[in-house]
């Protein structure tokens, strides 16, 4: 297809921060972005990253232009969750997987409840450092309750408080990507058929049955403070 606008096409090896900048020069033109980056202090940064050749992504970061975005996965055992976060790294996301990092510490697929302050608190740190390089954050746990959600808003909130610089801040948008809800005993099988971690179908199906009660009692909604909140259809991945 034609490019029909003044900039060059998109070189296929923009980073991210680049892409970005690629996009707002295409949609805004380059002033309002020289403007958004503090006039003429750096226009050579927008130079290089329309022409391709490379910016500083630290500078992009602490001067509000890279739009970064935390997504917040929500939805039952084997709802789709997982799928969704794979096809989001292929994109470039850094995910974070509450199950892959209890079984990175005890070599096995366990949850031990006295140690679930240090599992949060690694979670919300490896989320803190890959927001600060520059990477879109994909949440991978079931987030059915208000608390367990309002974490990530906190966490974007501080890490924009922290990150803030001569009055420009970063922009991080929070999403919530919502999966469909079916009945516990279909969760429980579809568990059960493709990766049952050694448990039964009876085990399957409580987690299952209470993953079902607290969705019902504590749904999600707009007011909780995302920008966003997506529900997924039936396997839709995308």
Not at 33 to 49: C, D, F, Q, T
Request: proline letters at 4%; aromatic letters at 8%; glycine letters at 6%.
């Amino acid at each position: 297809m034609e490019n029909t606008n003044d900039s060059p096409p998109i070189p296929h090896d923009l980073s991210r921060p680049n892409l970005l900048l690629h996009r707002l020069h295409q949609e805004r033109g380059p002033r309002e972005i020289s403007g958004h980056l503090g006039g003429a202090v750096y226009p050579a940064a927008i130079s290089r990253a329309i022409a391709g050749e490379g910016a500083n992504e630290q500078e992009i970061v602490r001067l509000g232009v890279l739009l970064m975005r935390i997504e917040v996965l929500v939805g039952m055992i084997a709802s789709g969750k997982s799928t969704y976060a794979r096809k989001r790294a292929d994109e470039g996301a850094l995910v974070i997987s509450h199950d892959a990092l209890t079984e990175m510490l005890h070599a096995s697929y366990r949850y031990e409840e006295s140690l679930w302050q240090a599992y949060r608190t690694m979670e919300e740190s490896i989320a803190f450092n890959c927001l600060s390089a520059g990477r879109d954050v994909v949440i991978d746990r079931t987030h059915l309750t208000h608390e367990s959600r309002q974490r990530w808003i906190k966490l974007r909130d501080n890490y924009v408080s922290l990150n803030t610089f001569n009055g420009r801040e970063p922009q991080v948008s929070i999403v919530a990507v919502v999966f469909p809800v079916e009945a516990p005993a279909i969760h429980a099988r579809r568990r059960e058929l493709h990766d049952d971690r050694g448990r039964s179908y009876d085990e399957w199906f409580k987690v299952a049955a209470h993953h079902y009660r607290q969705i019902q009692s504590e749904p999600i909604g707009i007011y909780e403070g995302f920008d966003e909140i997506i529900h997924k259809c039936s396997g839709d991945s995308s």
